[in-house]
């Protein structure tokens, strides 16, 4: 159950801290599936699913990634050009965006914050997410 990007580790001997536990770790996995069904296209999974169901004749019959998933493997490319990643490098990737104090020689008892200006492909990740990094940041 445990995956490798979204860590819960508890050490509990009671049978209520064992059940929430438990449930700890099926909610932080559940909230990685949605994460990753909303980064699919920037991410090496399937995100043409229907697609992908398309191309069998048979329920029964071994499903095969779709076609765009086939081109995003191929190239490394998503098709607006963004490079593809893992869900492992992703989330790295979107760590390196910062929150600085910034404090001005002529004033320095006085700061602000600065966000860094996302990339591309973290702008894309947060559109996906729907997320507004600047607005969800305490400034």
Known sequence: MKTSQLRIRVHVYSQDHVRA??????????????IRRR????????????????????????????????AKADTKHSPDGLPVHSFTTLLADLATLTLNEVTLPSSPDHAFPLMAKPTELQSRAFE????DPAKHVAM
């Open 39 to 70: 980064l699919a296209p920037i991410l090496f999974e399937d995100d043409d699913r229907e697609g992908a169901r398309a191309q069998r004749s048979s329920p029964v019959e071994k499903a095969e990634v779709s076609k765009s998933a086939k």
């Open 128 to 131: 996906l997410l729907d997320i």
């Open 21 to 34: 536990h438990v449930f700890l770790c099926m909610l932080a996995y559940h909230v990685e599936w949605h």
